[in-house]
C-alpha cells in the first residue's frame, strides 16, 4: 500500500501570505493520479486538484498542485480568511489511499 | 445537476448490521464507480471500497475486508454501504463519492452519513 504523508500537521498562516502543503509517498506509482482536497468543518471534503495540477471548476488560480515521484505539493498563494480548512491529498496509482491531512489555519 | 443524496444517521448497537445508501441523480449509476469512503470523528479520510455498478466488479480495501458488503441497485440509482459487527471504532461519517472512467479523483460526494456504534 501506498502511505501518502503530508506535512506539516498544521499550518498557521496571516491572510495574503503563501502556504505551501507537502505530501509524500512512500513509493512511486503513476505520479499523474494525485488529488487534492479542502474539508472544512461539518462539510464533505471538496475537490481542488487532479492529475497532479489540474484545477477543478471553480477553484480559484491561487490553489495551484505540482510536484512528481514521490513528493507533491499545493500551493495556496495569497490566503484568503475562507481557505482555513483541512487539505488532503489522494493517489490512485496503487490502490487507492489518503494523506492524513494539513489543517490550515489563518492568523 | 450531478447529486449524491445519503440516508440519514444511524445509532446501532454492538454487533449489529447497519445499512446506508447514496442515491444519485444526474447522472447514470452505471457509468460511474461509486465508491465509500470513512471518516472517524476528527480524524483523515479512509477508502472503504468500490462498486462498478455497469458490471458487478466490487473492490474492498483491505481493513474493511470480510465486514462490509457494497453493492448498487441501478433501478433505484442507488449505491449502498453495510457493515456487520459494529463495534464501537466504527462510530465515523461515512461519504460515498464518484469517480468517473479513466480518473482518479473523487466528485462530487455525498453529504455524509453518521453512524454511531453505542451500547
Known amino acids: 500500500e501506498v502511505v501518502l504523508t503530508q506535512s506539516p500537521g498544521t499550518l498557521s498562516l496571516s491572510p495574503g501570505e503563501r502556504a505551501t502543503l507537502s505530501c509524500r509517498a512512500s513509493?512511486?506509482?503513476?505520479?499523474?493520479?494525485v488529488a487534492w482536497y479542502q474539508q472544512k468543518p461539518g462539510q464533505a471534503p471538496r475537490l481542488l486538484i487532479y492529475?497532479?495540477?489540474n484545477r477543478a471548476t471553480g477553484i480559484p488560480d491561487r490553489f495551484s498542485g505540482g510536484g512528481s515521484g514521490t513528493d507533491f505539493t499545493l500551493t495556496i498563494s495569497r490566503l484568503e480568511p475562507e481557505d482555513s480548512a483541512v487539505y488532503y491529498c489522494q493517489q490512485y496509482g496503487s490502490s487507492l489511499t489518503f494523506g492524513g491531512g494539513t489543517k490550515v489555519e489563518i492568523k | 445537476e450531478v447529486q449524491l443524496l445519503q440516508s440519514g444517521p444511524e445509532v446501532k448497537k454492538p454487533g449489529t448490521t447497519v445499512k446506508i445508501s447514496c442515491k444519485v441523480s444526474g447522472f447514470n449509476l452505471t457509468d460511474h464507480y461509486m465508491h465509500w469512503v470513512q471518516q472517524a470523528p476528527g480524524k483523515g479520510l479512509e477508502w472503504v471500497g468500490l462498486?462498478?455498478?455497469?458490471?458487478?466488479?466490487?473492490i474492498y480495501a483491505d481493513k474493511f475486508q470480510g465486514r462490509v458488503t457494497i453493492s448498487a441497485d441501478t433501478s433505484l440509482d442507488t449505491a449502498y454501504l453495510e457493515l456487520r459487527g459494529l463495534r464501537s471504532e466504527d462510530t465515523a461519517l461515512y461519504y460515498c463519492a464518484r469517480i468517473k472512467p479513466g480518473a482518479h479523483w473523487f466528485d462530487p460526494w455525498g453529504q455524509g452519513t453518521l453512524v454511531t456504534v453505542s451500547s
Open positions: 462498486v462498478d455498478a455497469q458490471d458487478g466488479d466490487i
Open positions: 492529475g497532479v495540477s
Open positions: 513509493q512511486t506509482f503513476s505520479s499523474s493520479v
